[in-house]
C-alpha cells in the first residue's frame, strides 16, 4: 500500500535545490535534486510514524512532484 503526496520543488539562486511538503508541514535542500527528493521522502516517512516501531514501508511514500520555475 502506499500513498502519494504532493511536493513542489524549486531551483533556489545559490544553486540548491529546495522541496516543500503542506501536509505533513516539511522540507529538504540539496544540491542534488533526486537527493533533495529523497531526503523529503525520508522526512515525510518520519513524520508519519507514530514510534520507530511502527516503520512504514520505504515505498509507501510516493511523490507527485511539481516543479516551480
Not at 529546495?18 to 522526512?43: F, K, M, Q, W, Y
Request: proline fraction near 3%; charged fraction near 35%; hydrophobic fraction near 35%.
Amino acid at each position: 500500500m502506499a500513498r502519494t503526496f504532493r511536493v513542489t520543488l524549486r531551483k533556489q539562486r545559490d544553486g540548491m535545490t529546495l522541496v516543500t511538503c503542506e501536509g505533513p508541514a516539511c522540507l529538504a535542500r540539496s544540491h542534488d535534486e533526486a537527493e533533495a527528493l529523497e531526503r523529503i521522502r525520508e522526512e515525510i516517512r518520519y513524520r508519519l510514524e507514530w514510534c520507530p516501531c511502527s516503520a512504514l514501508e520505504a515505498s509507501y511514500v510516493q511523490l507527485d512532484v511539481v516543479r516551480e520555475r
